[in-house]
Structure formats: structure tokens, C-alpha cells
């Protein structure tokens, strides 16, 4: 058996080298030595401001809440 599987796209917190915008919205500015949060996607990067990241972590927990409740339910085990 292999490790288990990693849901989560490559993903890391860092600091904005140069200011720019977020690019899920770009009305939202990124500033020098802000944090962001970077996504792999394919072979770069895309960046989003700590707002729209604190929202994308927020649903995608709910999203993985559901779906383990979703299989528990499935399986007849009581929710937690
Ligand atoms: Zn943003």
C-alpha cells in the first residue's frame, strides 16, 4: 500500500517579492512583503491575496467536511 493520497493541490503561504494583484480578483492589491497564497497550477503559479485564500480554505474545508460526512453516512457510522 502507498502513501495515502494527497487531496490538496501544491500550495504554500509566501511573501510577495513585488506588489500585484490577486489574480482571483484584481481589484484586490497585493503589496511588497504581503503574504499570499501560492498555487501550483501546471508548470507556474498563480497568487491570491490572504482574503480570498482564508475564503478558498474555508470552502474547500466544508467541501472535504461534507464529503467525509457524506462517506461515513454511506457506511452507516454515526456522525461525529
Ligand atoms: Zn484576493
Redesign the pocket.
Known amino acids: 500500500m502507498g502513501r495515502p493520497k494527497t487531496l490538496i493541490l501544491a500550495m504554500t503561504v509566501d511573501k510577495a517579492l513585488k506588489r500585484h494583484t490577486?489574480q482571483?480578483?484584481n481589484k484586490?492589491v497585493i503589496s511588497k512583503g504581503d503574504l499570499r497564497l501560492k498555487v501550483a497550477k501546471g508548470r507556474s503559479h498563480e497568487h491570491?491575496?490572504t482574503?480570498?485564500a482564508d475564503k478558498f480554505i474555508d470552502l474547500a474545508l466544508q467541501g472535504l467536511q461534507k464529503l467525509q460526512g457524506d462517506l461515513r453516512l454511506e457506511a452507516g457510522e454515526p456522525r461525529d
Open positions: 490577486c482571483h480578483n484586490h491570491y491575496c482574503a480570498c
